[in-house]
């Protein structure tokens, strides 16, 4: 694997974990209420979705990952993400095939 993918995979897992941690304990009504908390979301996922974007086809094979999208509608301002969404993403991330390979 080139070693920016591996950083790269580091950057998802890192973001991934530290979105997991910021929705421990709270609600979805909590995302509503606290701006805070919805713009780290947002963020956080942002960097999951640059890097992911970024990996190289053979490791994204390997890895099985998505690749973010490279939208000219995100750098213009006119994307999009509902709240709805934005806390299924956080609740569900399934990153154990990264973790097992990057924190050994």
């Not at 929705?23 to 999951?48: F, M, P, Q, T």
């Not at 974007?53 to 509902?82: C, D, H, Q, W």
Request: proline letters at 4%; glycine letters at 6%; aromatic letters at 6%.
């Amino acid at each position: 694997m080139p070693p920016k993918d591996l950083t790269r995979l580091r950057h998802m897992l890192d973001s991934a974990q530290e979105a997991s941690g910021l929705i421990k304990g709270k609600s979805r009504a909590d995302l509503d209420r606290d701006r805070l908390l919805n713009l780290a979301l947002v963020r956080l996922l942002e960097i999951i979705g640059e890097a992911a974007s970024r990996v190289t086809n053979p490791t994204r094979i390997e890895y099985r990952i998505f690749p973010g999208r490279k939208s000219s509608a995100s750098a213009t301002g006119l994307f999009m993400v509902t709240m709805r969404l934005i806390w299924i993403s956080c609740g569900r991330f399934s990153l154990m095939t990264y973790q097992g390979s990057l924190t050994s």
